[in-house]
Structures are given as structure tokens and as C-alpha cells.
């Protein structure tokens, strides 16, 4: 039986060929068809993990049980096995907002280092080269204002708490 990590890193594998054909159609100049193939099969399985990271942090889901009501047992469900619990999924506003703002700032700046860098080196382009890349696009790091980030999480949190005690 596949691993989820692997059927994701095939897949990606297939649309970034896809997309390196289509590109290679479209523009003059032939894109890097195998560097770039080799980087999705790298930088899929970290990036799978990322996100079920992210996903075990911040679920983006709230799971609510509920009793159904059984006319036959007084309006109450007996019996074991999980019978008569609804299990009712709501979104997690606050905490997917919060994914896709760590995801979009974080995990973005380094995965644009990451692939500018390697595919550069699978070209064969020297590694001092790949390297200088590599720390340009890392300095943006050092703009992002994490606390700013945080601050915002905890508002969205305090908003969230609000707007389920009022509905």
C-alpha cells in the first residue's frame, strides 16, 4: 500500500512535468524540464510534512458530537459502538486563516530559496552561485515581522471566541 507522502510526490512529480511541457510549448526559451522534475520529487515529501504540521497545530476543523435523538429509548440513544453520536465537522476560520498566513509568508520564502538554488545546481551552475541566491531571497526572512503575525493569530482567535459565543 502507497504512503500518502508518496502518492502526493508522484503525483506533483506528473503535474510539474505537465506544466514544464506546456511551458516548453508556450515560451521560446525550454525551461529546465528534468531540474525541475528532480526539485518536485525533492521538495514534495518536506512540504507534505509541512502541511500535515501545520494541520496537527491548527486544525481546521472543529468536530462537535451531538446525541441523536432515538424515539424508541426515551429520546436517548443507547448501546455501544459510537451508535446514536452525530459527529458534525465546522471550520476553523481562525486557525485556517492562520495556516495560510504562515504557509504564504514562511513557507513560501523558503521554498522560492529552496528552488531557485537547487534547480540552479541541477543546471550545473557553480554552488558559490546557487548559494548567493539562496541568501538573497533568505534575507527577506529577516523582514517578516513575526510578532506582527502572532499579534494577528491572536486577535482572529478573540474574534472567533466572540462570534461562537453569540451564535
Known amino acids: 500500500m ?22 516548453a510549448f508556450l515560451t521560446p526559451k525550454n525551461p529546465p524540464i528534468v531540474a525541475l522534475v528532480i526539485y518536485t520529487i525533492l521538495s514534495t515529501p518536506p512540504n507534505f510534512q509541512w502541511q500535515q504540521y501545520l494541520e496537527r497545530k491548527l486544525p481546521g476543523h472543529h468536530v462537535e458530537k451531538r446525541e441523536e435523538k432515538n424515539e424508541v429509548n426515551g429520546g436517548k440513544s443507547v448501546g455501544g459502538g459510537g451508535g446514536g453520536v452525530m459527529v458534525k465537522k465546522r471550520l476553523n476560520v481562525t486557525n485556517t486563516l492562520m495556516k495560510v498566513l504562515i504557509d504564504q509568508t514562511l513557507g513560501s520564502v523558503v521554498n522560492v530559496a529552496l528552488h531557485l538554488g537547487l534547480v540552479r545546481a541541477l ?17 527577506l526572512l529577516q523582514g517578516l515581522e513575526i510578532e506582527y503575525l502572532l499579534q494577528a493569530a491572536s486577535a482572529m482567535r478573540r474574534v472567533e471566541d466572540t462570534l461562537q459565543r453569540t451564535g
Do not use: D, I
Open 2 to 23: 502507497e504512503s500518502a507522502v508518496v502518492k502526493a510526490t508522484v503525483q506533483a512529480a506528473f503535474l510539474s512535468l505537465c506544466s514544464a511541457l506546456v511551458a
Open 123 to 139: 543546471q550545473g551552475v557553480p554552488l558559490a552561485e546557487c548559494l548567493q541566491v539562496v541568501k538573497e531571497v533568505g534575507s
